[in-house]
Nanobody, 122 residues
Framework: QVQLVESGGGLVQAGGSLRLSCAAS????????MGWFRQAPGKERVFVAR????????IYADSAKGRFTISRDNAKNTAYLQMNSLKPEDTAVYYC?????WGIGYTEYYYWGQGTQVTVSS
């Protein structure tokens, strides 16, 4: 079992940056691929980025490419999402999630954090 806790959300102006963290409990963090998803009010939860267990393979949604960077530190049991050049449309609750699978669909992720709010003002 893995418990995930996100942090680092907040209010930022358009063009600004935030770094989200996802702290995992347990000793098997490095066994899981980690993903970041987001959900805006009234919308479905959508994929943002994914990183494999070792950190050498990443996948990004088109909306995140060139602006967001996913990373992980297995020694610290933590995954990160660095978000630059933020836009108002990035406003959402951001969730981290863990999976032993290979996909990016949210149904493939077993463990979820509680989410952290990101609000980008124009």
């Amino acid at each position: 079992q893995v418990q995930l806790v996100e942090s680092g959300g907040g209010l930022v102006q358009a063009g600004g940056s935030l770094r989200l963290s996802c702290a995992a409990s347990g000793r098997t963090f490095s066994s899981y691929a980690m993903g970041w998803f987001r959900q805006a009010p009234g919308k479905e939860r959508v994929f943002v980025a994914r990183i494999n267990w070792s950190g050498d393979s990443t996948i990004y949604a088109d909306s995140a490419k060139g602006r967001f960077t996913i990373s992980r530190d297995n020694a610290k049991n933590t995954a990160y999402l660095q978000m630059n050049s933020l836009k108002p449309e990035d406003t959402a609750v951001y969730y981290c999630a863990a999976t032993t699978g290979w996909g990016i669909g949210y149904t493939e992720y077993y463990y979820w954090g509680q989410g952290t709010q990101v609000t980008v003002s124009s």
